[in-house]
């Protein structure tokens, strides 16, 4: 009897050890996953751009752009177009998450200090300015006057990097620059850069 308690006892304590192991996040080396702000350096990093990177850039170019004279002294908002990142780097990152952190940042932030145009839904856009012409859908305005907004300036970055490796690690130096395009006349009417190096023992996988 006392061998069958104490398999039971056994069996219990099991149960209860595979049930805490099936709870919580954890990884490959058994740290429970850490929830940290998004401009603080884990200990998961590389040499390569980041999420504290992201955020000083972004915040960096915002309070740049809302500086010059064509936005702080203008009558009416300036209306920008995004136009893609160039990226040159070695690292494949999604690069236009620069832009839309910038956007996101002015737009909640600048009070409507500067307007951007949904390009990239303009075929969407267009096909309910016809359906509002035709009379199939109803329009709060007369649909014959209501017209696109052309774009003020076009705003675009290029990330550009150097890269060295020996024995001793891999050192990773990039330069973030971003243009305010002006849609007339194709003058850069801002301009702002914000660089970044780092050294480290082991490279990372960037995706």
Same mark, same amino acid.
Request: hydrophobic share 40%; net charge positive.
């Given at each position: 009897?006392? !061998?069958?308690? !104490?398999?039971?006892?056994?069996?219990? =304590?099991?149960?209860?050890?595979?049930? %805490?192991?099936?709870s919580g996040v954890? $990884?490959? !080396?058994?740290?429970?996953? +850490?929830?940290?702000?998004?401009?603080? &350096?884990? @200990?998961?990093?590389?040499t390569g751009v980041?999420?504290?990177?992201?955020?000083?850039?972004?915040?960096?170019?915002? *309070?740049?752009?809302? %500086?010059?004279?064509?936005?702080?002294?203008?009558?009416?908002?300036? &209306?920008?177009?995004?136009?893609?990142?160039?990226?040159?780097?070695?690292?494949?990152? $999604?690069?236009?998450?620069?832009? /839309?952190?910038? *956007?996101?940042?002015? $737009?909640?932030? =600048?009070?409507?200090?500067?307007? @951007?145009?949904? *390009?990239?839904?303009? =075929?969407?856009?267009?096909?309910? &300015?016809?359906?509002?012409?035709?009379?199939?859908?109803?329009?709060?305005?007369?649909?014959?006057?209501?017209?696109?907004? %052309?774009?003020?300036?076009?705003?675009?970055?290029?990330?550009?990097?150097?890269? +060295?490796? /020996?024995?001793?690690? +891999? !050192?990773?130096?990039?330069? #973030?620059?971003?243009?305010?395009?002006? =849609?007339? /006349?194709?003058?850069?009417?801002?301009?702002?850069?914000?660089?970044?190096?780092?050294?480290?023992?082991?490279?990372?996988? #960037? *995706?």
């Amino acid at each position: 009897m006392k !061998s069958i308690a !104490s398999l039971n006892v056994l069996l219990v =304590a099991g149960s209860v050890m595979l049930m %805490g192991c099936a709870s919580g996040v954890k $990884n490959p !080396s058994g740290v429970p996953v +850490t929830q940290m702000n998004a401009d603080e &350096r884990g @200990f998961v990093a590389g040499t390569g751009v980041e999420s504290q990177d992201l955020v000083t850039v972004t915040d960096k170019m915002s *309070r740049s752009i809302l %500086g010059i004279r064509q936005i702080a002294g203008a009558q009416t908002s300036p &209306r920008v177009v995004l136009e893609p990142v160039i990226n040159e780097t070695r690292f494949p990152i $999604n690069k236009d998450i620069f832009l /839309t952190r910038i *956007r996101t940042q002015l $737009n909640s932030k =600048a009070q409507g200090k500067v307007v @951007f145009l949904a *390009r990239e839904h303009l =075929a969407a856009l267009q096909k309910e &300015r016809e359906l509002k012409q035709s009379g199939q859908v109803t329009a709060s305005s007369d649909p014959k006057v209501q017209e696109f907004h %052309g774009a003020d300036f076009f705003l675009t970055g290029k990330l550009q990097g150097l890269t +060295t490796r /020996t024995k001793a690690g +891999t !050192s990773d130096y990039i330069l #973030y620059s971003f243009q305010l395009i002006d =849609a007339r /006349t194709s003058d850069i009417v801002w301009e702002d850069a914000a660089e970044i190096k780092k050294q480290g023992l082991e490279d990372a996988a #960037y *995706r």
